[in-house]
C-alpha cells in the first residue's frame, strides 16, 4: 500500500528564517508526490509537485521541494518565511498503478511568528 | 471563475435529517473526489467518479450516497445524519493522468445539531 507521512503536527519559524515542513513516502513503483497548501475556511491549493526529472522542484510563492529517493523523502522548503505562510500543509502521493487515487498525510500546522 | 464549486458552504441541521450537496468542475477534468474532513484535520477519501463511474468507494455507510449525473458534477446525499457526520466535506477534481493535481472545493461545513 501507497503512504506518506508527516512527521511534525506543527512547525514553528520566525519571519524571515528559513523554513521545512518534512514528508516521507512509502510507494511500490515511481511516486508521484505533491505539496497543497489550505488556508483557513479553504480547500486545498497545489503547491508543487514532483513527477521525474530534477530533484529540486519549484512551486508557488516561493515554495520548493527536495525529492531524495535514497530517503524517500520530499520535504517542503522556503528559503524566508512570512507570516502569511502560516497555513496548513499537506504532502501527498499519487498510487503508481491507479491513477485516481490520492493518499494524503496527516498535515502539519506552520506557524510563522513576527 | 471559481473551478470547483460546492454548495451550501455551511449546514447546519438535525440529527435524522436528509441533506445533500453538490459539487461542479469546469475544468473539464475527467474524475471526481469527495473527502471528509475530520475535527483533526485528517483528510479522508469517500468516493471517487470517473466519466461517471464509480471508482473508488471507502469504507463509508450506505447512508452516503454519490451521484455523477455527468463529468462536471458530483453531489453527495446523506440520509439519517447522525452526530458523527459534522465535519467538512471537501469535493475535488483531477485528470486522471500522473502529473496532474487534484484541484479543492473550498468545502461545505456540516453541523448537526
Known amino acids: 500500500a501507497q503512504s506518506v507521512a508527516q512527521p511534525e503536527d506543527q512547525v514553528n519559524v520566525a519571519e524571515g528564517n528559513p523554513l521545512t515542513v518534512k514528508c516521507t513516502y512509502s510507494v511500490s513503483g515511481n511516486p508521484y508526490l505533491f505539496w497543497y497548501v489550505q488556508y483557513p475556511n479553504r480547500g486545498l491549493q497545489f503547491l508543487l509537485k514532483?513527477?521525474?526529472?530534477?530533484?529540486l522542484v519549484k512551486g508557488s510563492y516561493g515554495f520548493e521541494a527536495e525529492f531524495n529517493k535514497s530517503q524517500t523523502s520530499f520535504h517542503l522548503k522556503k528559503p524566508s518565511a512570512l507570516v502569511s505562510d502560516s497555513a496548513l500543509y499537506f504532502c501527498a502521493v499519487r498510487d503508481p498503478y491507479n491513477f485516481n487515487k490520492f493518499y494524503f498525510g496527516s498535515g502539519t500546522k506552520l506557524n510563522v511568528k513576527p | 471563475d471559481t473551478a470547483v464549486s460546492q454548495t451550501p458552504k455551511y449546514l447546519v441541521t438535525q440529527m435524522g435529517n436528509d441533506k445533500s450537496i453538490k459539487c461542479e468542475q469546469n475544468l473539464g477534468h475527467d474524475t471526481m473526489y469527495w473527502y471528509k474532513q475530520d475535527s483533526k484535520k485528517f483528510l479522508k477519501i469517500m468516493f471517487s467518479y470517473n466519466n461517471k463511474e464509480l471508482i473508488i468507494n471507502e469504507t463509508v455507510p450506505n447512508r452516503f450516497s454519490p451521484k455523477s449525473p455527468d463529468k462536471a458534477h458530483l453531489n453527495l446525499h446523506i440520509n439519517s445524519l447522525e452526530l458523527g457526520d459534522s465535519a467538512v466535506y471537501f469535493c475535488a477534481s483531477s485528470q486522471s493522468v500522473s502529473n496532474q493535481p487534484q484541484h479543492f472545493g473550498d468545502g461545505t461545513r456540516l453541523s448537526i445539531l
Open positions: 514532483y513527477i521525474t526529472g530534477d530533484n
